[in-house]
């Protein structure tokens, strides 16, 4: 493993809407995981997990609210994004490490009764996490998501995975803000592009297109496995897709038909906006996770 960049914390500086202050783990293999850790210590854990190429400062309109409920919010930077550390060899990430990754950290935090809420990538770690450890969780509130397990790629996906790949630039917060109906001030397209001041700092935003087990993929027998876990998970299961992600429309189908914590659940809902629903409809994606850990008894 090669030596891991380290974004400076000058970049991080006077971010808008982000007074969080910084928390770190460190990983068995010496890598630093940076989360955010709100709300009293003995409330019940929200995990709010990201996904790509964004970071903790995706919920910073969500964490108000949930711990103002009587939360706790626990928010990771997957390594290779945000304040965590980053790999600078695309051929260094793996599903299963970034997997292995979260799980230890999520054991160095001694949580239980955890409701996780997830989306993109934040999702397919998530899932993995409740299918590892289901009794480490007391509920799920998935959006813009899912577990894919070799299902042929859609084509607006097969679009960013070469691009992704391929393109000579990869514009952080531009992309950000093409999958956000929103409009983002300058300051906060500068903040997702905070992380990654050069090149190698963005390998893991790279690579993460094409490590999804869309097709022949390497994950898919730990993908199968997964969801026989979650095909017996039967605590509240909340999916709450929005209306205008041309990537995960009608992904909650799958989960409300085969997860039981799914099937007899009054909470899913469409919420309005693109992939990043947590710019578009905070106030709908935090009310979906407190209802949720409301009727999960947390």
Same mark, same amino acid.
């Given at each position: 493993? $090669?030596?891991?960049?380290?974004?400076?914390?000058?970049?991080? /500086?006077? #971010?808008?809407?982000?007074?969080?202050?910084?928390?770190?783990?460190? #990983?068995?293999?010496?890598?630093?995981?940076?989360?955010?850790?709100?709300?009293?210590?003995?409330?019940?854990?929200?995990?709010?997990?990201?996904?790509?190429?964004?970071? $903790?400062? #995706?919920?910073? +309109?969500?964490?108000?609210?949930?711990?103002?409920?009587?939360?706790?919010?626990?928010?990771?930077?997957?390594?290779?994004?945000? &304040? $965590?550390?980053?790999?600078?060899? /695309?051929?260094?990430?793996?599903?299963?490490? +970034?997997?292995?990754?979260?799980?230890?950290?999520?054991?160095?935090?001694?949580? &239980?009764?955890?409701?996780?809420?997830?989306?993109?990538?934040?999702?397919? %770690?998530?899932?993995?996490?409740?299918?590892?450890? *289901?009794?480490?969780?007391? =509920?799920?509130?998935?959006?813009?998501?899912?577990?894919?397990?070799?299902? @042929?790629?859609?084509?607006?996906?097969? &679009?960013?995975?070469?691009?992704?790949?391929?393109? *000579? %630039?990869?514009?952080?917060?531009?992309? #950000?803000? !093409?999958?956000?109906?929103?409009?983002?001030?300058? =300051?906060?397209? =500068?903040?997702?592009?905070? @992380?990654?001041?050069?090149?190698?700092?963005?390998?893991?935003?790279?690579?993460? *297109?094409?490590?999804?087990?869309?097709?022949?993929?390497?994950?898919?027998?730990?993908?199968?496995?997964?969801?026989?876990?979650? !095909?017996?998970?039967?605590?509240?299961?909340?999916?709450?897709?929005?209306?205008?992600?041309?990537? /995960?429309?009608?992904?909650?189908?799958?989960?409300?038909?085969?997860?039981?914590?799914?099937?007899?659940? @009054?909470?899913?809902?469409?919420?309005?906006? +693109?992939?990043?629903?947590?710019?578009?409809?905070?106030?709908?994606?935090? =009310?979906?996770? %407190?209802?949720?850990?409301?009727?999960?008894?947390?």
């Amino acid at each position: 493993m $090669s030596l891991a960049y380290r974004t400076p914390d000058h970049r991080f /500086t006077n #971010l808008p809407d982000y007074p969080f202050k910084p928390n770190y783990y460190t #990983l068995r293999e010496g890598l630093r995981v940076h989360y955010l850790d709100e709300g009293p210590r003995d409330a019940p854990p929200v995990l709010m997990m990201h996904g790509e190429p964004s970071w $903790s400062y #995706l919920y910073r +309109h969500m964490i108000g609210p949930v711990v103002e409920a009587g939360y706790r919010v626990l928010a990771p930077d997957l390594i290779g994004f945000g &304040k $965590s550390d980053k790999l600078t060899k /695309t051929s260094e990430y793996s599903y299963a490490l +970034h997997v292995a990754w979260m799980r230890d950290w999520l054991d160095a935090m001694n949580l &239980k009764d955890i409701v996780l809420a997830c989306q993109d990538w934040g999702s397919l %770690i998530g899932l993995r996490l409740v299918a590892d450890a *289901p009794d480490l969780f007391a =509920a799920v509130v998935l959006s813009n998501g899912g577990l894919p397990a070799g299902e @042929p790629a859609p084509s607006a996906f097969r &679009k960013w995975r070469r691009f992704s790949k391929f393109s *000579p %630039i990869f514009p952080i917060g531009k992309i #950000l803000q !093409q999958a956000t109906v929103r409009e983002l001030s300058k =300051a906060e397209v =500068a903040a997702y592009e905070a @992380p990654f001041p050069n090149r190698k700092s963005k390998a893991g935003a790279r690579i993460f *297109p094409s490590l999804v087990p869309l097709g022949e993929n390497e994950a898919v027998p730990d993908q199968e496995r997964a969801w026989k876990k979650l !095909q017996v998970f039967d605590k509240p299961f909340t999916c709450a897709f929005s209306n205008r992600d041309p990537i /995960t429309r009608g992904g909650d189908a799958k989960f409300r038909d085969r997860v039981p914590g799914a099937k007899d659940n @009054p909470l899913h809902r469409s919420l309005k906006g +693109h992939h990043f629903i947590q710019e578009d409809d905070p106030e709908g994606f935090a =009310a979906a996770i %407190i209802e949720t850990a409301r009727r999960a008894g947390v």
